[in-house]
C-alpha cells in the first residue's frame, strides 16, 4: 500500500513563502507521476502542479506559473513545491498524489489518481 505524507504547512503573510514536502512509500517512485492539488472549503480538488511519468516534463496551473515550483528528489522518494509571493487566494488544504500509470491528459484531473496523502494546510494572511 502506497502511503504519502506531506509536510511543511502553515501560516505565512501575503507575499512570504512556502516549502511543502511530500515522501512516498512506494518502490518504483522514479517512473511515477506525482502532483500537488489544492481543495478550497466546499469545492473538489483542483491541480497545481505536477511531473508526467513519461517524459518528466513539469506542468503548472496558470494560477501558480512563475510563483510556485515543483521540484522531486527520487533517491529519497519525495516530492516538493516550493510556493512564493503567496497570495491569500492560495489558501487551501494542499495535497500530493501519485500515480503509476495515467496518461498525460490524466495529470490534472484529481479522479485519475489512486494514492493521495493526508493534506496539509496552508494560510495566506492579508
Known amino acids: 500500500q502506497v502511503q504519502l505524507v506531506e509536510s511543511g504547512g502553515g501560516l505565512v503573510q501575503a507575499g512570504g513563502s512556502l516549502r511543502l514536502s511530500c515522501v512516498a512509500s512506494?518502490?518504483?517512485?522514479?517512473?511515477?507521476?506525482v502532483a500537488w492539488f489544492r481543495q478550497y472549503p466546499g469545492k473538489e480538488r483542483e491541480f497545481v502542479a505536477g511531473f508526467f511519468r513519461n517524459n518528466g516534463r513539469t506542468y503548472y496551473d496558470d494560477s501558480v506559473k512563475g510563483r510556485f515550483t515543483i521540484s522531486r528528489d527520487n533517491a529519497k522518494n519525495s516530492v516538493f513545491l516550493q510556493m512564493n509571493s503567496l497570495e491569500a487566494e492560495d489558501t487551501a488544504v494542499y495535497y500530493c498524489?501519485?500515480?503509476?500509470?495515467?496518461?498525460?491528459?490524466?495529470?490534472?484531473?484529481?479522479?485519475?489518481?489512486?494514492?493521495w496523502g493526508q493534506g496539509t494546510q496552508v494560510t495566506v494572511a492579508s
Open positions: 498524489a501519485l500515480d503509476q500509470r495515467l496518461k498525460l491528459s490524466a495529470l490534472r484531473l484529481p479522479e485519475q489518481y489512486d494514492n
Open positions: 512506494v518502490r518504483s517512485f522514479s517512473t511515477s507521476s
